[in-house]
């Protein structure tokens, strides 16, 4: 029997060996030829992809026509006769006709369960104008008995000019019912008059630290919250309930795998204001409730405040990083600044429509560094939120005085946005080796405001800066920061390739657009380096999860040229997620 082995073993081998050096390959394919054909001899294919254009973001075989997979995981890649050998009985053939693959898309910057429950109230994306406005708030109080809160959120005011709403828009229509509508960016809320009774919020009312309760010129309450300011009211919004937290899992999964994403970096219901509690109460009750009840969609690398960094490093200790082929533990994050929507993102200069707001500093330095050191020095990965160019400056001296003390490692320190930047700060993200975290389209809405804010000057040289920081070797990983914006990766890229808002016809600050190439990198290997996910995520390798993305072009020039192909089917673990009927495409 031991004989019989080693003579079908060498058979394989030898028919291995052959393949490799008679078909016409390049050195690079026949490396990788043969060493996915030495791994994998004596195995079968459960699915194989053929007569594709696969894009795999693995800078050592760029392309492939063919890919094998077998439990969950690629085990070749190649040419078309690479793979003959792993089709046998049972295995499943994908003809995909010259439709091009690429791997499957992490955003690497969203707020999922928010996201889910944001769409299940009050939806406010597009709207433009406040009679619009009102319409919508006056339709979700129909359905509602007095008392029962109105949620939602999405509003954009630079969409109709940018007059900030104010309670008294939405009183009349609401006399007996809370309201709470978040600003797109979640930085700023609108709350009605009713709900600013209830929590007791006057023209007494002191601003907290790191937040601001507008008020009238005569000190009157506007309805508008800021930043940390949003407490106030947060604190006394009913809970929301472990089953509609659940609910909001599975519809922010389905439309995730709508838009090809196969993983996301969650940084959970935390931004200034919040409770801390909420990001662990959803990894308990809702995302290792659905993996052992089998019902995760897409896999999730997680969050957390940073002020709770000793109970991540316990759980990491006693379960470690890897909770599932689910559930990754990430990090910690933190905040800095809020955000230039709300005019809360920290500048050096002042804003140009208030010449005495400089922005807000969310969390006070000295804490931030205390937290940062203890955090890095436990082997945590940290990520820090900042905005405005001064959080920007400041993120970074506090994360080279971390590394200086804390000594040399693999630690990725992450910036979460790094939306505006000072002349040579770009070039400090690569000298620090310090992951710029982007979301691309937040462009397309701060484009026609930043001029006004900033300064024509301060808005084009500083602004959204993503050539200038691949120029410097910073890894990009782009994300939507959902549900500020709406996951839709081949969306990003086109934004960051062209930077073309809607109804422009030229692009803005044309200088930083970037390559497809480089767009599709910052959607799958970088953003996966940037969450130590790379080792099994990122690329189409063998050894790595088989979740990738048939695209409906099969022309990369078309691809490059105006970006106008979709989603045609999404595949986690080899499995077709979407669309969820299993069919030959």
Known sequence: MAMKKLLIFLSALLAALLAVFLIPTTTTERWWSLKSRLSSSLEVADLVITNAVIYTSDSS??????????????IRIGTHSSVQDLLRHGTKEINLNG??????????????????????????????????????????VRDKQPGSWILGGGWNNDQWGGDLPIASWIDEITPNNPVWLSRMDGHMGLANSFSLTMAGITNYTQDPVGGTVMKTADGEPTGLLIDSAMKLLLSII?????????????????????????????????????????????????????????????RVCLFFPMET???????????????????????????????LGSNSALFHEPYMNEPDNYGLQVTQIDSLYNMTLASDKSGLQVAVHAIGDRANDMILDLYESVASSNG?????????????????????????????????????????????KLGLERAVTGSYMFGSLLAGNTILAFGS???????????????????????????????????????????????????????????????????????????????????????????VGGIQAYPTLESDI
């Open 99 to 140: 439709k091009i693959v690429v791997p499957g898309f992490i955003d690497s910057h969203v707020h999922f369960i928010s996201g889910g429950l944001q769409m299940a109230q009050v939806e406010l994306y597009g709207v433009n104008n406040k009679d619009e406005f009102i319409r919508k708030i006056k339709e979700a």
């Open 238 to 298: 009913p809970e929301v309930s472990v089953d509609d937290r659940r609910d909001a899992l599975v519809r922010a999964s389905k439309f995730a795998l709508t838009r090809g994403v196969t993983t996301v970096v969650d940084f959970g219901r935390y931004f200034p204001g919040a409770e801390v509690k909420n990001v662990w109460d959803d990894l308990s009750d809702v995302y290792q409730w659905a993996d052992f009840k089998g019902k995760m969609l897409i």
């Open 309 to 339: 960094w000793s109970r991540l490093l316990d759980l990491i200790n006693r379960k470690g990083r890897v909770l599932s082929q689910w559930i990754y533990l990430a990090g910690v994050k933190a905040f800095s600044d809020g955000s």
């Open 481 to 571: 920061d959902w549900p500020v914006a709406k996951i839709n990766p081949l969306g990003a890229i086109k934004t960051a390739m062209k930077r073309t808002p809607p109804g422009w016809e030229d692009p803005w600050i044309p200088s930083e657009c970037v390559t497809l190439t480089d767009a599709l990198k910052a959607s799958t290997i970088s953003a996966a380096y940037a969450s130590f996910l790379d080792n099994d995520l990122g690329s189409l390798s063998p050894g790595k999860f088989a979740d990738f993305v048939v695209l409906s072009t099969n022309s990369w020039n078309e691809l490059e040229t105006d970006i106008s192909a979709s989603v045609e089917a999404t595949y």
């Open 408 to 452: 040399r490692r693999d630690r990725r320190f992450r910036v979460e946005h790094a939306q505006h930047l000072v002349p040579g700060t770009a070039a400090r993200f690569g000298e620090q080796r310090i992951i710029a975290s982007v979301q691309p389209d937040h462009l397309l809405d701060d484009a026609g405001s930043a001029e006004k």
């Open 61 to 74: 075989l760029p392309f492939a026509q063919a890919m094998a997979i077998r439990n969950g995981r690629i």
